[in-house]
């Protein structure tokens, strides 16, 4: 600075200008290409591993695996082969998916409109703290309370069921069996789904829009009109969505439905006798004891379970993310 | 001066939209109409026990209530009163088995807590043996490496999932977004097949607590990248452009200014993802193997956990062992209440920031 004698002669070349990303970048987006993309690997690697376990019972058992009552090791002694068959126990985890949305969505929603609408200012929070509770239960912890608390009610209230219903083909007996019911199951699986349907109905009922409500209430709708005309046109899919998440966890309880359901291998249409059938608790009682063939079986069968709540998670994310859109 | 302060004070406010004791009457005449007619029905006919009086307690309060509402204004408005009853007892079936769950967890659990069983393991004690003998000290500790070993797998991949839907958006970032939606629903049990099949089977390794806690993992990652996105979705676009304009790579405005800045949204994400995993049963059904012993070493050997630990007792079915699990339920819930608390603990101080 101090010399102004020397002029300069030459312009330093301009910096050169480039959208190329620096090394440590590149390194950077690499790293975190491969940690985001790592999910969908070991997604597509669970889905690999299950059927390469499985494939042969597939190939032996065919669709049969999908529609067969039975579950039989071979005993070849007896000259008998395996036979396993899934059925069953699709359909009873079916039935005590469907009862647990029976039950547990309508107080869900109920609870979260009650949330929205209805408490108190001083009442959400302590409400919402308590469905977090819920949600953070191991299942656990659900079956042994299912098992020694709520079955004994349950029992009772599957006597009244039939006492007063049992013309109904679904409430009929043909066993003095209540215990271990996909009835009690139901129920059990309706408290586990309540936290997360309820958070979800509550996140899409806070984005119905606030001018609509008010606007309702100024034309003099009492507040479930307004609900009825407003709320629930803009949060059903949301609902409906939440309802299908819930139902997908359901789906796949284990532990909690094993402890409360009575896993027989038939398909009965009477829900409040001692017999059902859950695919993931089939898993776990037969998983002790089973040989290698029977192992296959059950990563089969494994294979089936993930295919389905897979494919019911990612309808109720599609409904679910739709509507959230359009509020 | 003086004269200002002793000006006339102003009226109180009245509020004449407060309900007037006169309106309460009705009110107070229902409520007292359903408690007494509740109590003549359930005394005089053959409907018995809690299950009939709440039954005729409900019914009666809607009958009550539409009646009221539906003389004093109209059928919309009784309609109105049926759907409030109905969404207050919706609310309250929620309460009924939390609490009764709590209630059963403390009176059956706390009998046989002491600080003994946490330095007793159940190599030499038989599972009727007095629950004085044995404790849970192998569950403790096979919990405590699962959960660590998960998060230490999980949380690199949970948080790079955010990052990369967050802050790369890299092409398939919709995909991977909406795969890890889809990946938090999978069944635990599938997890454990998973690694069963992979760790067991095709590379012949034996059970450890180091295959349970890859089964945990695989159910932590959608829970720690979920809840990382929405942390890192709040941080304000501004910071960084401020880091991007002051010449910094994006691998620096990243380390340096997102990440510090959702530190403890990432803390919750974290603890979150625990919370959600100390619970899980299914997957280390099949992967620990379960041990009475105490077991030091994640890297071989079978380990147990606090869930196994209640789940073998209580298929074990003598009464010691029920309570024993009853016990292990007791802790499994302080130690998932600790870190639901430390949650929402951070939880807090993050939403305090973006106030």
Redesign the interface.
Known sequence: MSTATAPIKTTPSPREITTE??F??K???A??????????V??A??AF??V??GFEVFRSEGLNFLTGFDWIDALPEEGLAASYGLGAMLYGTLVIGLLAVIFGV??????A???SY??PEWLKKP?VL?????A??????????G????MPHAE??AK?IHKYLGFIPIFDMPANAFSRSPFIAGLVLA?MI?PIV?SISREVFAQTPLDRIQAAYALGA????M?KAVVFPYGSGGVIGGAM?GL??A?????AVY?VLNLVYDIRIEVLLSAGGSV?SM??NK?GEADAVE?QA??AA?FV??LV??A???I??IIINRTARKG | MTQLLQAPTPATPSKPWKAKPKNLLPEIFGALFTAVSTFVIVGFTPLKGKLGFSVVLILMAIITTSLISGIKRDRKAAWNSTTTVLVYVAAAFVLIPLISLLYEIIRKGIGGFSFGIFTRDMSLSASDSPLSEGGLLHAVIGTFYTVILATIISTPIGILTSLYIVEVKGKFAGLVRFFVQAMSGIPSIVAGLFIYAVWMINLGNSYNALAGAGALAILMIPTVARTSEEVLKLIPTDLREAGLALGATQWRTVAMIVIPAARSGLVTSIILGIARVAGETAPLLLTIGGADATNLNPFSGNNSALPYYVWKNYGLGNETSIQRAWLGVFVLMIVVFIFFSLARYFGRTKDKKAK
């Not at chain 1, 309508?106 to 609870?111: C, E, L």
């Not at chain 1, 953070?136 to 309370?145: D, E, K, M, Q, T």
């Not at chain 1, 009492?222 to 009109?225: D, L």
């Not at chain 1, 789906?251 to 532990?255: A, K, Y």
């Open positions: 990303p620096r440590s970048d390194v950077f987006r790293v975190v290409t491969a940690g985001g993309l790592s999910s969908l070991i997604l690697a669970i591993f299950l390469y376990n309508p107080i869900a929603v109920g609870t409109l009650f949330l209805y408490a409400m308590i469905i977090d509770v819920m953070a239960i191991p299942s656990v912890v659900f079956g042994l309370w098992y020694f608390i709520l009772y209230w009244l408290i309540i309820t009492t507040r479930w009109a609900i998440l997908g966890r789906l796949g309880e284990t532990v402890t993931a898993i776990v998983f192992l059950l990563m494994g379970l993930f709540t897979l019911v998670n990612f109720a994310n």
